[in-house]
C-alpha cells in the first residue's frame, strides 16, 4: 500500500489506532464505545481506500461481502416474515465493517508500525482489554449484588449481572469468550508473561468465571 503523502498515512494509522483503543475498552463494558469503534474504523477505512494509490483486497474480505450479500438476500426474500426487517438489513454492517476494516489494519501492523513497536502496541492494547474487562465485572458484580452499578451511575436489575453493558445476554456471550480468551493465555503463561503476570491473569479469570455465573446465561 502506498499513500501519496506521509502526512495522509500518518491520518490513517493514528485513525486506525483510535478506533482499537474504542475496541479495546468497549469490547467489555460499553455498546455506545463498540458503536463508536465501528463508525471511527469506517472512517480509516475510507481514507484507505480514496487515497493509497495501490490497495490489495485480502480474500477474506471478500468472503465478508459476499456473506454480507447473502444475508441481504435471505432478509428481501423474507421481508414479511421479520417483525422489524429493517433491523436486520441493519445488522449487516458487522460483517460489511469487518470486510473493510481489514485494508486500514493491514497498513496499520504490517507497514506503518516497526516489527518493536506493533509488539508494544499489541500488548497494551491486549492489557487494556483485560483492565477494562476486569473494571466492567467488579463493577456489574457489586450492581448485581447491590443494585448499584457504581461505573454507571445507575440503578440495575439485580436478578442478573450485565456488566456496564446494561443487556445481561450481550454480555453473558461476551464474557464467555473473554473467559475461554483467559483460559488460553494462562496455558501459555510463559510466553506471555512479560504481558500479563501470573497472578493477575488468575485473577482475571476468576472475576470472568463469577461475572459469566451471575449473568445465568447460556
Do not use: C
Not at 17 to 30: D, H, I, P, Q
Not at 176 to 201: E, G, M, N, T
Amino acid at each position: 500500500m502506498e499513500f501519496p503523502t506521509k502526512a495522509e498515512a500518518k491520518l490513517s494509522a493514528k485513525t486506525t489506532g483510535l478506533a482499537l483503543f474504542l475496541l479495546a475498552v468497549g469490547a467489555l463494558t460499553s455498546i455506545s464505545l463498540l458503536s463508536a469503534f465501528q463508525a471511527v474504523i469506517a472512517v480509516a477505512a475510507g481514507l484507505s481506500f480514496f487515497q493509497i494509490r495501490r490497495v490489495r483486497i485480502p480474500t477474506s474480505a471478500w468472503v465478508l461481502v459476499a456473506l454480507a450479500f447473502v444475508m441481504g438476500l435471505s432478509v428481501f426474500f423474507n421481508f414479511s416474515l421479520y417483525e422489524r426487517p429493517w433491523k436486520a438489513f441493519f445488522k449487516i454492517r458487522y460483517y460489511l465493517v469487518g470486510a473493510l476494516s481489514i485494508v486500514p489494519l493491514s497498513f496499520y501492523f504490517n507497514e506503518y508500525l516497526s516489527r518493536e513497536k506493533r509488539e508494544v502496541v499489541l500488548r497494551r492494547l491486549f492489557q487494556l482489554l483485560v483492565l477494562a474487562a476486569n473494571l466492567g465485572a467488579v463493577s456489574g458484580m457489586i450492581g448485581y449484588w447491590t443494585g448499584f452499578n457504581p461505573l454507571r451511575l445507575a440503578q440495575v436489575d439485580t436478578h442478573r449481572n450485565a456488566g456496564t453493558f446494561g443487556l445481561s445476554i450481550t454480555y453473558g456471550h461476551s464474557i464467555a469468550w473473554f473467559s475461554v480468551f483467559l483460559i488460553s493465555f494462562w496455558f501459555h503463561r510463559k510466553q506471555w508473561s512479560k504481558w500479563f503476570p501470573d497472578l493477575y491473569l488468575a485473577v482475571s479469570i476468576v472475576v470472568s468465571a463469577i461475572s459469566l455465573f451471575t449473568s445465568h446465561t447460556r
